[in-house]
């Protein structure tokens, strides 16, 4: 009796925990590499932190490079860009800690719970949400857009406006790859898909701390 077709869901089943144990640790790895850039690049002044993100763009580039060449490179690339970007982060989280160190602290809590619930019911949907995934990116596009009106024009609570609407596409983006991550069985692909979700909750932290540290403006 032929029971490849028994064992077929049990291996698949077991390849996708493994790619969501191994992803997820590389996302706790990148997660405490951006913080020792943070605390690192907390004295850093405008220059240097717009060359270190633009470092860590080169590096997600790279990672798109690399990813069927060398796993060991794509996991360096990885790395390197969470460094960089905590660097390039650190002058805004440090002029946070010293101004309003209570909105980091509410932005933290309100970003786990986000990605939690979210990455939670992507995971968990049988819908398959890639064609959200287009209009997500699009949105993601228009609202780049509108944080350059924003510089020029003096909208009133453009910010606020402009951090709920960036919750809402992430929002859609984090559930877009929480379901990737269930559906993928391709263990290579474990560092990509932990970029893109390191860069779910590094959004949604930034967009809530537009938003709470507004409400601490307006007290």
Not at 11 to 19: A, I
Not at 56 to 65: E, P, R, T
Not at 145 to 150: E, G, K, R
Not at 192 to 211: K, P, R, Y
């Amino acid at each position: 009796m032929d029971n490849t077709y028994a064992y077929g869901p049990v291996v698949t089943r077991d390849r996708s925990h493994t790619l969501f144990a191994q992803t997820m640790a590389y996302v706790a790895g990148t997660a405490g590499l951006f913080a020792l850039g943070a605390y690192l690049g907390r004295n850093l002044t405008g220059g240097p932190a717009i060359i270190a993100y633009i470092a860590s763009f080169a590096a997600l580039i790279g990672m798109q490079f690399s990813a069927r060449r060398s796993r060991e490179l794509t996991i360096g690339l990885l790395a390197a860009f969470g460094l960089f970007i905590g660097l390039a982060v650190a002058p805004t989280l440090a002029f946070y800690a010293s101004q309003d160190p209570q909105a980091l602290w509410q932005s933290g809590g309100a970003t786990a719970l986000f990605i939690a619930g979210f990455g939670a019911a992507g995971y968990a949907t049988r819908r398959d949400l890639s064609k959200l995934a287009r209009y997500a990116f699009w949105a993601l596009v228009a609202l780049i857009a509108f944080s350059i009106v924003l510089i020029f024009v003096n909208i009133p609570n453009g910010a606020l406006i402009y951090a709920i609407l960036g919750l809402v596409i992430f929002a859609v983006l984090t559930m877009v790859d929480f379901q990737r991550l269930r559906r993928n069985t391709d263990i290579q692909s474990a560092p990509l898909l932990a970029a893109s979700i390191f860069l779910d909750i590094l959004n949604v932290f930034l967009f809530f701390l537009t938003i709470f540290s507004g409400r601490s403006d307006n007290r």
